[in-house]
């Protein structure tokens, strides 16, 4: 082909593909764009914290109305699971290092993976978490809520705070809100990253652990005496409409996304 007949070719004949098994690496900009957003998001979440630490009394009380209202519709069964980890060590670490280590460790690393490998969704989720935990705030404020931990009278046992000392120092009681039982969004955002691992690879492995990981973390925070039955079933679906407006913000401005590190391959044109 002589360098006349290329110079003929527009710039609609040719597209944009990235090298087959590729990493799109993020630029310095974008991440610390994404590190700002979430550290307000965070000072946000403190200072809702700091509105309610007050009201201990108010969260109880709307604690015992949940276990009420729990019993009057046949589903107050959190004793009964917690049962099934008292008196047998290993489960109840097990039930804890779930708990623990389930969580923070498995959103960063997802987010990670989505912000190298799938940049296009990157946002979809992390938006996801930020109006679920803002919605999730809403909650905290109005509604405050004391996990089962907090109803010794009812026969729950704090197994985190009695068999491991790597929740407290990760995430120490002053930095945390203790009234935030409803909704659960250790459970609602194990079900976003779950979502996204189950839909964005391609390893059957990956998948089933995108499937179990967040019934593990459900089950995990009811037999920990952290949440009850109702705060994982709300906090589950506040991030379902948390990752439903997400969708709808990402595909009402959708863009052509052209990476600085795509290759340009030139389609050749059709013979007349």
């Given amino acids: 082909m002589s360098v006349s007949s290329v110079s003929r070719h527009s710039p609609a004949q ?4 990235s090298p087959v098994g590729s990493l799109e690496f993020p630029n310095w900009f974008r991440i610390g764009r994404e590190v700002g957003i979430v550290a307000l998001a965070a000072l946000i979440y403190f200072c809702a914290r700091g509105l309610i630490h007050a009201r201990a009394d108010q969260a109880v009380d709307n604690a015992n109305w949940l276990v009420s209202f729990e019993r009057s519709i046949g589903v107050f069964r959190e004793q009964t699971f917690q049962s099934w980890i008292v008196g047998r ?9 779930i708990y623990i280590y389930g969580h923070w460790p498995v959103v960063i690393l997802t987010l990670s993976w989505l912000l190298i490998r799938h940049r296009e969704m990157f946002g979809v989720y992390r938006s996801a978490m930020l109006i679920s935990g803002a919605i999730g705030v809403v909650c905290f404020v109005t509604f405050p ?3 089962p931990r907090f109803l010794p009278d009812l026969g729950f046992i704090d197994t985190v705070t009695l068999h491991s000392e790597a929740y407290r120092v990760l995430q120490p009681p002053s930095l945390t809100n203790q009234y935030a039982a409803m909704p ?89």
């Avoid at 040719?14 to 593909?17: C, K």
């Fill in 14 to 17: 040719y597209r944009v593909a």
């Fill in 89 to 97: 060590d290993w489960l109840t670490d097990l039930a804890n290092a």
């Fill in 145 to 147: 809520m004391a996990p």
């Fill in 184 to 272: 659960s969004l250790h459970v609602g955002w194990n079900l976003l990253m779950g979502i996204a691992i189950v839909t964005q690879t391609n390893s059957r492995f990956w998948k089933l652990f995108g499937v179990v990981m967040p019934l593990l973390m459900y089950l995990a925070t009811i037999v920990t005496a952290n949440h009850y039955f109702a705060d994982g079933v709300a906090g589950a679906t506040i991030a379902l409409v948390g990752l439903a407006i997400a969708w709808h913000m990402q595909a009402s401005r959708r863009e052509p996304d052209v990476s600085p590190f795509a290759a340009r391959v030139p389609v050749t044109p059709p013979r007349r």
